[in-house]
């Protein structure tokens, strides 16, 4: 089975604050992903990465970054936390297969942040 | 703009009987689709993938693929109250790596 773990189930963090979210999956998956999830407006998609060192935005990152040093570990920086920062952090992996074809999902337990 | 389209419910159902979720999307090239369901406070579960039309059925869990109509359909059969939970369609995208989300459908089940 995929297991992906997630550093914190609940965090409380103070604004301004640099906030570090970790995320480790152990099934050596290529691809992995962090979401944000706020009533109403469903998953929102904020960094992805296909391979170690690389990554992409997604629909909403500013004021986030990402880091990939191993495959298995995907990190999500807050450089300043911000109120409206407050919501779900959802980590994800998936296995890209050949030829390219997106594959499933699988999440992590996630991450409720609340920043003050 | 490519879209993934769910009622957001709720849609209620009473125990035993047949329920049934519907998912719209516009990127006619999407060639993966799932259904995960997402208990209040946790995080998104896999439940069903198809890629090809018809009918895949897994337990309880049918999903029905119409690539023509670019539909995808999830019924759940002898429905019971721990199905009461949202239903997120994902449908991939051309990028290869991202799926699209529909909003998902809040289901309650009643006793």
């Known amino acids: 089975d995929v297991k992906v773990t997630q550093s914190s189930r609940y965090l409380v963090k103070r604004t301004g604050e640099k906030v570090f979210l970790e995320c480790v999956q152990d099934?050596?998956?290529?691809?992995m992903f962090w979401y944000r999830q706020d009533p109403g407006l469903g998953l929102r998609l904020i960094y992805f990465?296909?391979?170690?060192?690389?990554?992409e935005k997604g629909d909403i990152p500013e004021g986030y970054s990402v880091s990939r040093e191993k495959k298995e570990r995907f990190s999500l920086i807050l450089e300043s936390a911000s109120t409206n920062q407050t919501s779900m952090y959802l980590c994800?992996?998936?296995?890209?297969?050949?030829?390219?074809?997106?594959?499933?999902?699988?999440f992590g337990p996630g991450t409720r942040l609340t920043v003050t | 703009q490519k879209e993934v389209e769910q009622n957001s419910g709720p849609l209620s159902v009473p125990e035993g009987a047949i329920a049934s979720l519907n998912c719209t999307y516009s990127?006619?090239?999407?060639?993966?689709f799932f259904w995960y369901r997402q208990y209040s406070g946790k995080s998104p579960e896999l439940i069903m993938s198809?890629?090809s039309n018809g009918d895949k059925e897994d337990g309880r869990f049918t999903a029905q693929l119409n690539k023509a109509s670019q539909y995808v359909s999830l019924l759940i059969r002898d429905s019971q109250p721990s199905d009461s939970a949202t239903y997120l369609c994902?449908?991939?995208?051309?990028?290869?790596?991202?799926?699209?989300w529909g909003a998902g459908t809040k289901l309650i089940i009643k006793p």
């Open positions: 198809i890629y």
């Open positions: 990127d006619r090239v999407s060639q993966s």
């Open positions: 994902a449908v991939n995208t051309d990028s290869n790596y991202q799926l699209i």
């Open positions: 990465s296909y391979d170690v060192k690389m990554k």
């Open positions: 994800a992996s998936s296995l890209s297969l050949a030829g390219g074809h997106s594959y499933e999902q699988y």
């Open positions: 099934m050596d998956h290529e691809n």
